[in-house]
Structure formats: C-alpha cells, structure tokens
C-alpha cells in the first residue's frame, strides 16, 4: 500500500515554458512526492531553459535516486505518526528506559550517556524522535547552513503534533537542498567536515545515510507504537 502510494503514483503534466517564442514541455519535468505534490525542485533545475537558455541543464539522476528514495522513508514515517498522542510518546516499553523528561525550566531533555550502556536501554517515541531530530538538525545545519547547535541545546519539542511538525520542517529543509545539488556538489568533501560522523566522506555518502538512519528511525518507531498498541489492547480486554 505504501510501495504503490510513493511509486505508483501517476506524475502531473508538465507546464508549458517558452523559448524563442515556442511552447516547450521538457521530458520529465513532473513528479510527485508521497503525498502527490509535485517535485520543485526539478521544477528549479529546468526554469532557466524556461527562461530561454539554449541548452538545458543535465539532472543529476543520483540526486533523483535519493529525493525518491527519501520519499519512500518519509512516507512510511508519516504512516506510523498518523495520530499520534503525547501518551503513546512517553509510553516506556520496558522499565530499563531512555525517554524524554521536563527540566526545571520547561525544556523536555533527553536521557544520555556516554558510552552507552550494555545492554542499551530501550527507548519510547519521544526519545527515538528528539534523537532523530537532533542527528537531522545537526546535519542539515553543517551541510547547508553555518553550523549546528550543540546537541544539548537541541530539545524534544514537548507533544506529538508539535514533534511531527518540527520533523516535517526538517524533512522539507532536507528535500529542498538536496533538490539544488548538481553531481559536482554530491562529491563535495568541505560540507560535511564539520560533521562528527561526516569525516572522510563526501556529501553524497551522507545524502545517502540521512536515508539510511531515517528509515532506522521510523522503523524503531514503529515497532514501539504497535507494542504500545498491543499491550493497551490486552490490559483492556476482558478475561477469559
């Protein structure tokens, strides 16, 4: 169902340009995210031929791969928050438990230590998602912006809906700067100095494995949620 959500969707008509006074509709132009909405930033890469340039430029079909292949992740991340509740974020699935806890001045802080623990403990929704929004913030801010706040400074935002709204700002973020990227730029290496697991590797390597931890992610989420699920359904059901 969600394979034939992000792949089998049909891809919008492109829109006419003009060049040299003639209608031209490039090949390929449209696509559609998970959610039907067409792709910018394809849209970006061809509005100067729209403009009137005389060749038009060359996607690169290794950002094509990752915007796609991000897509299907996120469509499966927007599966498993549909209706998420702060309860279910806080619920711990075992009592040796990293979750997320209010300090003394409001902030929702997450359980950390270093090394970690053997064994690691497991962790609840709310944990799994300030810890994906912390690895994505850092990210996006050493790759595209001028630098990323400390880890401590990077907080659970305090609910689920307001949780899913700053991961849906990162993943946006994250999709529009990959969109611009050209195949010089994917094999860039000064971008991601500045990451602590970014050295020796070049951004395509990195644009690769933000998939990679999504998909990680989402998974860990997932499977907690229907933990959840099942352990609320079997309090509440009757004996016998």
């Given at each position: 169902m969600l394979r034939g959500a992000v792949l089998g969707r049909p891809a919008r008509p492109a829109r006419a340009g003009v060049v040299s006074g003639r209608?031209?509709?490039?090949?390929?132009?449209?696509?559609?995210?998970?959610?039907?909405?067409?792709?910018?930033?394809r849209d970006i890469r061809w509005s100067g031929w729209a403009a009137g340039w005389h060749t038009p430029p060359v996607p690169s079909p290794r950002v094509d791969l990752l915007l796609r292949q991000l897509d299907i992740a996120w469509a499966l991340f927007s599966h498993h928050v549909r209706d998420l509740d702060d309860a279910t974020c806080l619920w711990e699935p075992d009592p040796h438990?990293?979750?997320?806890?209010?300090?003394?001045?409001?902030?929702?802080?997450?359980?950390?230590q270093v090394p970690e623990p053997d064994p690691v403990p497991a962790q609840t929704i709310g944990w799994i998602t300030w810890h994906l929004g912390y690895w994505w913030t850092t990210t996006?801010?050493?790759?595209?912006?001028?630098?990323a706040p400390e880890r401590t400074d990077?907080?659970?935002?305090?609910?689920?809906?307001?949780?899913?709204?700053?991961?849906?700002?990162?993943?946006?973020?994250?999709?529009?700067?990959?969109?611009?990227?050209?195949?010089?730029?994917?094999?860039?290496?000064?971008?991601?100095?500045?990451?602590?697991?970014?050295?020796?590797?070049?951004?395509?390597?990195?644009?690769?494995?933000?998939?990679?931890?999504?998909?990680?992610?989402?998974?860990?989420?997932?499977?907690?949620?229907?933990?959840?699920?099942?352990?609320?359904?079997?309090?509440?059901?009757?004996?016998?």
């Open positions: 209608e031209c509709s490039p090949p390929g132009l449209a696509v559609a995210d998970a959610a039907g909405r067409r792709s910018w930033s438990c990293w979750t997320v806890r209010p300090d003394e001045r409001g902030r929702w802080l997450p359980d950390w996006l801010e050493h790759c595209f912006g001028a630098g990077i907080t659970w935002p305090g609910g689920a809906v307001e949780t899913v709204a700053w991961l849906d700002d990162l993943h946006q973020r994250w999709r529009a700067e990959l969109g611009r990227l050209t195949e010089e730029d994917l094999e860039a290496t000064d971008r991601v100095e500045g990451l602590p697991w970014g050295r020796g590797l070049r951004l395509v390597d990195i644009a690769g494995w933000v998939t990679v931890e999504l998909t990680k992610n989402v998974a860990e989420v997932g499977a907690v949620r229907h933990l959840c699920a099942l352990r609320s359904a079997r309090s509440t059901s009757p004996p016998g």
